[in-house]
């Protein structure tokens, strides 16, 4: 037995490796072929084992064999060799499936149980599904995890399963219903069963159902009789269809049985109280031909309806005196279900009311059904706002919440009881609702000029019950102005009990605004005046909240009375809130009555200063005045203000307001003259204070004749500022006139002169640059004034036209460049303004050689002038200057040329040095026609040559240095040639100019026809210069430093002198001498570094005292002298008259000779 096991376990393994290589594999392997076939056959009948022991010898994991290693490699190859061969064999099969499905609607649920057996032993077992249209909702398993339904295309699907064993598989499908005229059907597929076991609810009674494909057809019976159930067994199929319709069969006639679902909803409003009742019939046996209900006798039946359609008629009976009988007559009897719905009112004459049960004396209350088995039912309760409902009596009914009443229960209902037929009682007693009101008060109390201004604003707050009236009580002495409310239609005034009763529309709840404006007498003007502030009371409240603001002008001081406020607490007010022209002064809140608010009024006088600017344009014919009047005012606002104006203007003259606020609201006139003038009122909307502005303005008209000449006088007087009410008047308003001051302007136009003389005690003449209430700009003469009144007399002359120069040149930039040949080249470039608008004559040097001029960057042409005679040397062209611009814009003229500069036979800078002419271009005709404002010269020249000097009338313009290290190199100023290009102010990219060598720029002012210069051939001016400071300090060398730094100092300043006269000559000069300068420097520092110039540099005096002899041998040899009588004396002495010098005198002289004798 032993040996059987091993060959056994041998021959399973290649069969268990080879099993196992397809699911390892990725790819598919050859068909075996026919050799291979009958070898496997072949090997397979060599094995023998019994049946009954296969199981152990699977179960023996130590089992073992012995064979030929050539078997064993036959074994092997075979294994390797081995392909998969496609069987028939199935993972899985359903065992079992039974289908449970439930109509509800247009939806068909079900429920499929299914028993299937995998045989498959390793891996999932793939088991496909078809389901159509039905949508699969759930997959439910004994074993979860082994099971999986995996969706493979349109309503097919594919369950897997792990695990050779039965599993219980539970799906759950949703398919339609096909309702058709005749019938209703579904159909759907279902998985391929040996036992295949259908049971369907249909959800109405007495159905006619055909199953296909039906096998067998299994009683069943409906549990509540609502509904038709059929059980089938369908056998193996893929689909069922199951067709239903109603029984055409008539059953015996039963005895009636039915109950009701009562749904009541009361409504209750004063005096009248409305009952609806849904009444759902149940019949459970039999047919219901009519039906009964109770009502209340003394109610009335508004109507009965049904939600299906189905009453014939219905009529109320009198059921003796306790009830009324409703009988419904139904068009088909009724044999399921139906639902009435029942409407009654009725009067509510008392406090108390019943609305369910019968009581005591048979009296029905509520609505009820007669004739029914069972009565069950739910009472909704809806009482209006303003009434209050409270059991009394409740007894067979119990109190149910919101949340657990009925689904017939109105959603807004009070209460709710839940009841059964009329066995109960309930009773409810009722009663009106008062009124809860809350009332947030708001005052505003306005102290004006002669009254106190009351506004009320009043915001109710109506709870728990509506209101149709509101009252409210006020002092004696408030008259009462306007009322407004929400929905008021009157408002009465009893002035006997002080008391404002308002009238509403309608019953009000909620919020309501009220509104009341009142006043009472005040006295503004008095001192400490007392006044309490008066209130409107609102009556029937239960809670007030309230602020009082209190707003008076500024010329008011108020200030509450010490120990007279009372149940008041002051809050804060935010500054600067004004009402009109009154500002809050003060705020106090309270919360309860009574209390009390006194203040104390005391006038403060207004402060009034003002400005007034008058400005005189003076025109030819006109003078137009305009006067700006600046009022501050402080301490208190006003509104009025007066003005004085000339007697012959009172009618001309115009007021307006040219700052922002209230405008001028009336303009009076005053029908009296004063001194000659006559006053103007002007009131304003408002009360105003701080600044403000007004404006007057007026003309005058000129009555002289056009080029009289005569000067016309005309007197100007500007506005007077008077205090805003007059003593007379009987005002109590008190204002001070603090200031007033003024200033006068006069402008004129360009054709006139004009002169003024002031007349007034404070007005004095100011420079126009001195005003302080307007701009200086434009003003020729200017006046002020610190009292009234002040005039000004201005006398007014017409200017006579004379001749203006046509032509301005602003600036001209000429540019010349030199060289040792006849020709310079030239470029002039002017900017300038003319009247001229075809032709402007230009005179340039004869012999010119022209280029194409500019205006700007537009080409033009020259003309020759024949019909002129220039000056010698010089021809005249015109210049066509046709433009777009206007006459007084400036533009630029090019004009590029080249002119012979020297005669024929001689060129330019030859020799040492000379003077040359340069003529430069000319504007105009020299007649004065042409003015030229400044003119600069860019001159160029060759860089051995150097300008000596300033020109006689110009300027060397830019830097002038002295070139030490470079003396042979000539100065040069190009940035000063570059200043030019800007200085001329306009692009020169217009016209190309080359230039070479080095530049100097010249400025004159005004016109200049021709350039005039010295120069110098640098080199010889080196040479000359330097050479003779070398002689000089040579000559220098043997005297004493007193003597050189003597001359050193006379030069220097002979030099700065020479400066003030010609810097650029003597800067010329310094550099060319700088050669010679370092030169004689080196030789005398060499001279004082040397021994014999030590000696002799620090001897001279010394040996001076040495040389000289005594005072007293200087003495003793005179007196010798003088007594000698000898005549070798005589023949050796100095001829009469001479003077021999001093000893000193000798010795310098020696010294200055180096030392000879």
């Not at 899985?92 to 509800?104: D, F, N, Q, Y």
């Not at 000339?646 to 922002?660: K, T, V, Y």
């Not at 003449?765 to 700009?777: A, F, N, P």
């Amino acid at each position: 037995m032993y040996r059987y096991k091993s060959l056994l376990v041998i021959a399973l393994l290649p069969i268990c490796l080879g099993s196992i290589e397809p699911l390892m594999a990725q790819s598919e392997n050859p068909v075996p072929s026919e050799n291979e076939e009958e070898k496997l056959s072949q090997w397979d009948r060599l094995i023998y084992v019994p049946f009954s022991e296969l199981q152990k010898v699977f179960d023996n994991q130590d089992a073992s064999a012995v064979l030929p290693y050539r078997e064993y490699l036959e074994l092997l190859r075979n294994y390797l060799q081995r392909t998969n061969v496609p069987s028939n064999e199935v993972d899985a099969v359903i065992l079992k499936s039974v289908v449970t499905g439930k109509v509800e609607k247009d939806v068909a649920g079900l429920q499929i149980q299914m028993t299937v057996r995998v045989l498959k032993q390793n891996g999932w077992a793939r088991l496909p599904l078809s389901f159509g249209d039905a949508a699969v909702g759930k997959v439910v398993s004994s074993d979860d995890d082994n099971v999986l339904l995996q969706g493979t295309g349109d309503g097919q699907y594919q369950l897997m399963i792990r695990g050779p064993k039965d599993h219980k598989i539970e799906l759950e499908l949703l398919t339609r219903v096909v309702t058709s005229p005749e019938s209703r059907s579904i159909h759907f597929n279902s998985p391929v069963a040996g036992i295949s076991e259908l049971t369907l609810t249909i959800p109405e009674a007495e159905q006619e159902v055909e199953v296909t494909p039906l096998k067998i057809l299994l009683p069943v019976e409906s549990e509540d009789n609502q509904s038709t159930v059929v059980r089938a067994n369908v056998g193996a199929t893929g689909q069922i269809n199951v067709t239903w319709r109603p029984k055409t069969s008539s059953r015996p006639v039963m005895d009636l049985l039915a109950t009701v679902d009562n749904q009541t909803s009361v409504q209750i409003d004063p005096g009248l109280i409305q009952s609806t009742a849904v009444l759902e019939y149940s019949v459970l046996r039999g047919e219901l031909n009519d039906a009964t209900v109770l009502v209340p006798a003394e109610c009335q039946v508004i109507d009965v309806v049904s939600s299906s359609g189905r009453i014939r008629s219905w009529e109320a009976k009198p059921g003796g005196s306790t009830h009324q009988e409703i009988v419904i007559e139904f068009l088909t009897p009724v044999t399921d279900s139906v639902k009435l719905e029942v409407q009654t009112e009725q009067r509510l004459t008392g406090e108390q009311v019943s609305l369910i049960g019968r009581e005591e004396d048979g009296q029905i209350r509520g609505i009820h059904a007669k004739g029914v088995v069972r009565e069950s039912g739910h009472l909704h309760l809806k009482t209006d706002s303003s009434l209050v409902a409270t059991v009394i009596t409740q007894s067979g009914v119990k109190r149910e919440s919101g949340a657990s009443a009925g689904k017939g229960a109105p959603l807004q209902s009070d209460q709710s009881w839940v009841f059964s037929g009329q066995t109960g009682l309930l009773v409810l007693q009722l009663k009106p609702v008062e009124p809860r009101l809350l009332v947030d008060h708001g005052t505003q109390i306005s102290l004006d000029d002669d009254q106190l201004r009351l506004t009320s604003s009043l915001n109710y707050t109506v709870e728990r019950a509506g209101v149709f009236q509101l009252q409210l009580s006020y002092p004696d002495s408030l008259t009462i102005d306007t009322v407004q409310a929400d929905g008021m239609t009157e408002f009465q005034v009893d002035k006997a009990t002080g008391k404002l009763t308002l009238s509403l529309a309608q019953k009000r709840m909620g919020s309501v605004r009220v509104n009341i404006t009142a006043h009472q007498n005040f006295d503004s003007q008095g001192e400490d005046v007392v006044t309490e502030i008066p209130s409107m009371t609102p009556l029937g409240i239960e809670r007030e909240t309230g602020r009082i603001d209190l707003f008076a002008p500024q010329f008011l001081d108020v200030s509450t009375v010490d120990g007279e406020t009372k149940g008041l607490f002051p809050t804060e007010h935010q500054p600067g809130v004004r009402s009109g022209r009154l500002t809050a002064v003060g705020s106090w809140k309270y919360s309860q009555r009574p209390f009390q608010l006194k203040v104390r009024t005391t006038p403060r006088p207004a402060q009034l200063a003002a400005t007034v600017l008058t400005a005189a344009d003076v025109q030819p014919e006109v003078i137009k005045v305009h006067s700006e009047i600046t009022y501050t005012i402080l301490n208190a606002g006003l509104n009025t203000f007066r003005l004085s104006v000339p007697e012959q203007l009172a009618d001309d003259i115009r007021f307006r307001m040219i700052s922002g606020g209230p405008e001028i609201q009336q303009r009076i006139k005053g029908t009296e003259t004063i001194d000659g003038r006559v006053i103007w009122t002007l009131i304003l909307q408002n009360e105003v204070s701080g600044q403000i502005k007004l404006a007057a303005e007026w003309e005058h008209r000129l009555r002289r004749e056009n080029g009289s000449g005569e000067n016309e006088s005309v007197s100007l007087s500007p506005v007077q500022v008077l205090p805003p009410y007059d003593e007379n008047s009987g005002r109590k308003r008190r204002v001070t006139l603090t200031q007033t001051r003024g200033e006068i302007v006069l402008r004129r136009h360009q054709s006139l002169s004009i002169e003024a003389e002031q007349s007034g005690e404070s007005i004095e003449k100011i420079d126009v640059r001195e005003t302080e209430l307007g701009s200086s700009d434009g003003n020729d003469l200017a006046f002020r004034y610190f009292s009234q009144p002040a005039d000004v007399t201005v006398a007014v002359r017409e200017h006579a036209v004379h001749e203006v120069v046509s032509t301005v040149i602003s600036r001209a930039a000429i540019e010349i460049v030199t060289d040792r040949q006849s020709l310079a080249h030239y470029r002039a470039r002017l900017l300038l303004r003319t009247s001229e608008r075809q032709r402007l004559r230009v005179d340039l040097p004869a012999g010119a050689d022209l280029q194409t001029p500019l205006i700007g960057t537009s080409r033009t042409t020259f003309e020759k002038a024949d019909d002129v005679t220039p000056h010698d040397g010089w021809e005249a062209y015109y210049l066509n200057i046709g433009r777009s611009s206007i006459s007084n814009e400036s533009f630029l003229i090019t004009l590029q040329f080249r002119c012979p500069i020297a005669d024929e036979y001689v060129l330019p800078y030859e020799g040492r040095g000379s003077r040359q002419i340069l003529r430069l271009p000319v504007i105009g005709d020299g007649s004065g026609d042409t003015v030229v404002q400044e003119t600069r010269v860019a001159l160029w020249t060759p860089n051995d040559v150097s300008i000596i000097g300033e020109p006689e009338g110009w300027a060397t313009e830019g830097p002038s240095r002295v070139l030490l290290t470079r003396p042979f190199t000539a100065t040069n100023s190009p940035q000063a040639a570059s200043e030019m290009e800007q200085w001329i102010g306009q692009d020169s990219a217009a016209s190309n100019f080359a230039t070479q060598g080095n530049v100097t720029v010249f400025r004159a002012i005004g016109l200049r026809s021709q350039l005039q210069f010295s120069w110098w051939h640098r080199p010889f001016l080196v040479a000359v210069v330097s050479g003779t400071l070398l002689f000089v300090g040579l000559i220098l060398r043997h005297t004493t430093w007193e003597n050189r730094l003597t001359i050193l100092v006379i030069t220097a300043l002979a030099a700065a002198i020479w400066s003030l006269n010609d810097h650029v000559e003597v800067f010329q000069f310094v550099s060319a001498g700088s050669y010679g300068l370092i030169a004689v420097a080196t030789i005398w520092v060499i001279g004082l570094l040397s021994p014999a110039g030590k000696h002799h540099a620090s001897s001279p005096a010394d040996s001076r005292q040495e040389k000289l002899p005594p005072v007293e041998a200087i003495a003793t040899s005179a007196e010798h002298q003088a007594s000698d009588d000898s005549p070798d004396c005589m023949a050796g002495s100095a001829p009469p008259g001479t003077v021999s010098p001093s000893p000193e005198v000798s010795q310098w002289m020696k010294d200055l000779m180096g030392g000879k004798d």
